[in-house]
């Protein structure tokens, strides 16, 4: 692993933006609730490491290399019964529905067909189709492996070619297809046709969909590991990475491969986490530096973006972000998690809705689930709501319910 490509230690704070105009509404617990806890294996060791919401489903991923299944609508059923006071204090059991001997880094559910991609720490992207399996007179729900990235057919045609052979070390060189250390994040274009990972070995590797082929490498995209990326709804691709810079790449009308188009630095130590929220217009990135930047577009025709500002209030590193709408989830080995709305067009400030505090130990993964819009995604009279997936180091996931004022 390369240097500085995930810390829990905090660095020095941003102070080359102002903080973004935060109204506080945390006082009334009755904005967010604890529905139900996620516990972990038995194993103390084993952390979560990874969240996907696919429909119903949640999948866990696990250091120890493991993929559970949780239902959602066993949390939306707690929500409604609201039979406990805390319901953090009532413990849920999942269902494992797969193993593999490497520690899974991220989960990405395609909603293609029901494709499920975990990313590895030994360098592979696994492919998974939703199955089931007959144990004790039981139907049990099952991920039944479908392809391993690069494929047996990829290696194959790079490894009789000496031009597919690169440097990815000092005296060592390997195919471009394969990636040579963790994959730490997965995208997918907005069509569903390209498949994005980057890695800790710095490059970001482009995959076509269904087939699984690998089409494009692109080395040393960063000076450093990268630790997140996020694909826009217009195709522009960003990358975070602990050399604590953001990267905006794009292909153009007509060209096979992806060129930078942009260089973001705001952060002063690495960053971990990306989201896009705002159906594309509003990038956040979250870093070792205890902030939140929120990135706007710039609205100069060629998709840039330029810091408006920060979200502060984290007391440690930012490790983990979820956007959807006008909402950002952030979570931080501080052991909390908050959430963020962002202002209507009268206010370009930010609300906090929420800070959770029931984990113990550093929050690594959320996924976030909208709920409770009218059809044209305006608010009702009585608001919104959102669950919030919030896993962690202790290897608990917890489900909160959020509700959300309308503005």
């Known amino acids: 692993m390369l240097s500085g490509a995930m810390s829990l230690a905090s660095q020095p704070s941003l102070r080359s933006l102002p903080s973004l105009d935060v109204h506080d509404l945390n006082t009334s617990r009755s904005l967010h609730q604890c529905i139900a806890t996620i516990k972990g294996h038995s194993s103390a060791s084993a952390y979560v490491s990874a969240l996907a919401v696919d429909g119903d489903s ?6 120890d290399g493991s993929i559970r299944l949780w239902a ?5 059923r707690s929500q409604e019964e609201q039979q406990q006071d805390d319901g953090c204090s009532s413990s849920s059991s999942s269902t494992t529905v797969a193993d593999t001997d ?6 990405l559910a395609t909603g293609n067909g029901g494709l499920l ?18 144990r004790d007179g039981e139907t049990r729900p099952q991920l039944v492996l479908r392809a391993v990235l690069p494929t047996a057919v990829d290696r194959l045609r790079t490894c009789l070619l000496p031009w597919s052979y690169v440097e990815i070390r000092r005296h060592r060189r390997c195919t471009w297809v394969h990636h040579v250390d963790a994959v730490t994040a997965l995208a997918v274009s907005p069509d569903g046709a390209l498949l994005y990972s980057a890695s800790w070995d710095r490059s970001i590797k482009v995959w076509r969909l269904p ?11 960063h000076d450093d590991a990268i630790n997140a990326l996020a694909v826009s709804p217009d195709g522009r691709v960003y990358t975070g990475s602990a050399d604590k810079k953001i990267k905006a790449w794009t292909r153009g009308p007509g060209q096979r491969k992806h060129a930078l188009v942009g260089t973001m630095e705001r952060h002063r130590s690495a960053v971990n986490a990306l989201a896009l929220g705002a159906n594309g217009k509003v990038l956040y990135s979250g870093a070792c530096d205890r902030s939140v930047v929120v990135w706007e577009s710039a609205g100069g025709g060629d998709g840039g973006m330029e810091a408006t500002g920060t979200l502060r209030g984290h007391a440690r590193a930012i490790l983990c972000l979820a956007a959807a709408g006008e909402l950002v989830c952030s979570g931080s080995a501080d052991w909390t998690v908050r959430v963020w709305r962002r202002g209507g067009a009268e206010n370009n400030g930010y609300t906090c809705l929420a800070v959770m505090e029931s984990h113990g130990a550093a929050v690594k993964s959320l996924a976030l689930v909208r709920g409770g819009r009218d059809d044209d995604g305006s608010c009702s009279s009585e608001g919104s709501s959102a669950l919030v997936c919030s896993g962690a180091l202790d290897g608990d996931v917890k489900i909160w319910s959020v509700f959300i004022p309308c503005l």
């Open 211 to 221: 087939g699984f082929r690998c089409v494009e490498s692109i080395a040393a995209a």
């Open 58 to 63: 949640l999948y866990i991923a696990s250091s």
């Open 117 to 134: 991609l975990s990313s590895h720490q030994d360098g592979k992207i696994r492919a998974w189709r939703a199955g089931s399996r007959r």
């Open 72 to 76: 959602l609508d066993g949390a939306r």
């Open 102 to 107: 490497s520690s899974v880094k991220s989960l």
